[in-house]
């Protein structure tokens, strides 16, 4: 059974970065398609950078030039690194993945992943 390890959150200020991580186990790593999410208190899950199977990224308008999603498949890890992160930028930041499926097109939707990692909180300061 797959599992996402989400860590690599904490308090940061405004202007600051981070970079986050998702391990995986339990299952081939290489074509699984990922996303990572996130959801402020009182908000809807909204996707932020997500990876198709063969490799096409997308990401939100609000965090592009921003945020870069990578993965390293010799480690089975989805990164996110957040630069010049705003207050509008914290939340619970999560993992997720459908091994289920090949998807050709990166998907920020939520409906499209079945399996969540436990999240990462990130806060930031003004």
């Known amino acids: 059974q797959v599992q996402l390890v989400e860590n690599g959150g904490g308090p940061v200020q405004t202007g600051g970065s981070l970079r986050l991580s998702c391990v995986v186990s339990g299952s081939s790593f290489k074509t699984l398609p990922m996303a990572w999410f996130r959801q402020a208190p009182g908000k809807q899950r909204e996707g932020v950078a997500a990876f198709a199977s063969g490799g096409l990224i997308d990401y939100a308008d609000s965090v592009k030039g921003r945020f870069t999603i990578s993965k390293d498949n010799t480690k089975n890890t989805l990164d996110l690194q957040m630069n010049n992160l705003t207050p509008e930028d914290a939340g619970m930041y999560y993992c997720?993945?459908?091994?289920?499926?090949?998807?050709?097109?990166?998907?920020?939707?939520?409906?499209?992943?079945?399996?969540w990692g436990q999240g990462t909180q990130v806060t930031v300061s003004s």
């Open positions: 997720a993945t459908n091994p289920a499926v090949f998807r050709v097109a990166a998907s920020l939707r939520a409906a499209a992943y079945t399996i």
